[in-house]
């Protein structure tokens, strides 16, 4: 396809997801269940051609040599559909947002002001990998009156490309535009190009994926974006930790599905405990067949098993989102020097410490700058599903206007209604 035909193709895709959005105010809650409902029998009854459309993705990774943390990102299997169908009798269960009253108050001059949620408009979601998000962007957005434009990685192509359509047919289901969710039928980069310079017709882009891709978007977007950088969370075992707790949890946050974004890269272990807790973790770590990249005192600690393959760590590893079986290991003097390294080298995803000691929870609460603070528990339900928010569009690591897990209420703005009998201003 010629460069002026993918700019004529974003453009009219870009004009039809407006022309949609403006229709979409008069939707009811039960306009959206309904398209929901049909979504959730339509992905049912096409279980084998999703699957099918899915193995020719992951076939290709394969081939291609993507990193197996990376092909499990993109694999559909029967408990990941299951998971997705359930997902969408969450959001279809979640009350709908627009037109909830945020403020009211009367004027002395007798207006009624009333400060109520509305639909952003038309949303471009730019993603990579995992064929869930044409779903759950999808869905959030239609439940929160938006209209989308899904523009999906060339990995899950033809997972992407089938889902997209069972949703456009659940919508056209019940008489409505199915332009309401367009998906770019594409993967060339200049669509991307293009997409992010329809500012008249696109009112947010939200990326999903790597940084390479998202500070892509975030340098040449005319649209407002918000970001979901890497997701470089950590694991602050404290000195009255709870050590049984801290082993299991480290082992969730980082082995059960290292592809993603809230899985731990970091583990930070206070020195009164390192000598205890580091060796029996570091076994149990190996056993996963994680890769270990260790500072000085750790390597110290771990140089006399020889069973361990270690890695001397790099300012640049403790920055490093790697999506993999690695783990960068930091020992540090005091509380106060962990909260340093988790602000200094985290990317204000997801943290967590484990203590017993309630003072030192709060003190780790207040001062770590990121989305979301867990105590004594894994980094792993940052997860809008696990939040209750159905499913989540995204987990953003900016502070305007949404931060972390993106659910409904989250893709809502709201405007000013103003009810008079008359009044003039003098």
Do not use: W
Not at 409 to 425: A, N, P, S, W
């Amino acid at each position: 396809m010629s460069k002026e035909n993918i700019q004529e193709l974003i453009e009219g895709i870009a004009s039809k997801a407006r022309k949609a959005s403006l229709q979409m105010t008069r939707l009811t809650a039960v306009d959206k269940n309904n398209i929901l409902s049909s979504l959730i029998e339509k992905i049912a009854s096409n279980r084998e051609a999703i699957l099918e459309a899915n193995k020719i993705d992951t076939g290709t990774a394969k081939a291609n040599g993507l990193a197996q943390a990376m092909v499990d990102r993109l694999t559909f299997t029967e408990e990941r559909l299951d998971q997705l169908i359930e997902g969408i009798h969450e959001v279809k269960a979640l009350k709908d947002p627009v037109g909830e009253e945020i403020d009211g108050d009367f004027r002395p001059n007798g207006l009624h002001i009333k400060k109520i949620r509305v639909a952003i408009g038309v949303i471009g979601i730019i993603y990579e990998s995992r064929p869930n998000v044409t779903i759950d962007c999808a869905i959030l957005c239609l439940k929160s009156g938006n209209a989308c434009i899904l523009r999906g990685g060339k990995e899950a192509y033809h997972t992407n490309t089938i889902l997209a359509k069972l949703i456009r047919e659940a919508i056209k289901t019940h008489g409505q535009n199915p332009d309401i969710v367009q998906f770019i039928p594409t993967t060339d980069r200049e669509a991307l190009t293009h997409l992010l310079k329809q500012h008249e017709n696109i009112h947010c882009i939200i990326p999903r994926g790597g940084e390479s891709l998202i500070r892509f978007v975030a340098e040449n977007s005319l649209i407002p974006v918000i970001k979901h950088y890497k997701g470089v969370c950590n694991l602050y075992v404290d000195k009255d930790a709870d050590l049984e707790i801290a082993g299991d949890v480290t082992i969730n946050a980082k082995c059960q599905r290292p592809g993603v974004c809230n899985s731990i890269e970091n583990l930070i272990i206070h020195k009164d405990v390192a000598e205890t807790f580091l060796p029996a973790i570091a076994e149990r770590l190996g056993g996963h067949n994680v890769k270990l990249k260790v500072d000085k005192i750790a390597k110290g600690i771990l140089s006399s098993d020889s069973t361990l393959s270690l890695e001397d760590a790099t300012e640049e590893d403790y920055y490093t989102e790697f999506l993999d079986l690695t783990l960068s290991i930091k020992i540090v003097a005091s509380l106060d020097e962990g909260i340093e390294f988790i602000n200094t080298y985290g990317s204000a995803h997801s943290e967590s410490i484990i203590t017993r000691n309630e003072e030192t929870a709060d003190i780790f609460f207040k001062d770590i700058d990121s989305s979301t603070i867990y105590r004594n528990a894994s980094t792993r339900f940052t997860d809008g599903f696990e939040f209750g928010l159905g499913a989540e569009i995204g987990i953003s690591t900016d502070r305007l206007h949404a931060r972390g897990p993106m659910g409904l209420r989250e893709l809502c703005t709201y405007k000013y209604i103003v009810t008079g009998e008359g009044q003039i201003k003098a």
